[in-house]
């Protein structure tokens, strides 16, 4: 079986632990809009949308958590990251393929909010990549300069996922209709 360098294997698991932890802490605060979110998905019967919001939150933590334990939580941890991608992935692709693309994703809250598109299918895609990845190739040990640049190279790889994030919030069809920036549309300047 091939393999990668174990602190590329722990910049992965870094990037997912991030990932979920970032958006399980997001969701905590937000159960009402996120109740409203997953019902507007029109996957699953509207009765489960709120308990599915009061779980999604802590299953995110839970498992941004158990992706840092490392060794003690393999592979389950990210066997859960992964599914949890894929169900995200499905459901996104799912309302692409009904023409609903004007739906709020549900990733972000605030400024950050964006409607549906196939790169963010992509990115749930490569994410669950990179979890099933971890999952195949787990790491039983590593020497601190492996955990210090896996770490390291975990954030990295984070803060660059967020600003790419960043930049498919920005609703560039209405910077170009009117020649101002969103922000200056909104403000009325």
Known sequence: MPSLPVDALLALRVLLALVFLVAGAGKLGAREELEGVIANYRVLPRALAAPISHLLGPLELLIGLAL?????ATPFAEAAAALMLGAF?????????????H????CFRGTLRQTLRPELVLRNLLLLTAAATCALLPVRDASAWQLV???????ALFVLLQGMNTL???????????????WAQRGGV
């Open 68 to 72: 840092l334990a490392g060794p003690l």
């Open 89 to 101: 992935a499905l459901a996104m692709g799912i309302n692409l393929r009904r023409g609903r693309a």
């Open 103 to 106: 739906i709020d994703c549900g």
């Open 149 to 155: 640049n896996g770490t390291l190279g975990g954030i």
């Open 168 to 182: 498919w919030a920005i609703d560039t069809r209405a910077v170009l209709s009117s020649g101002k920036p969103a």
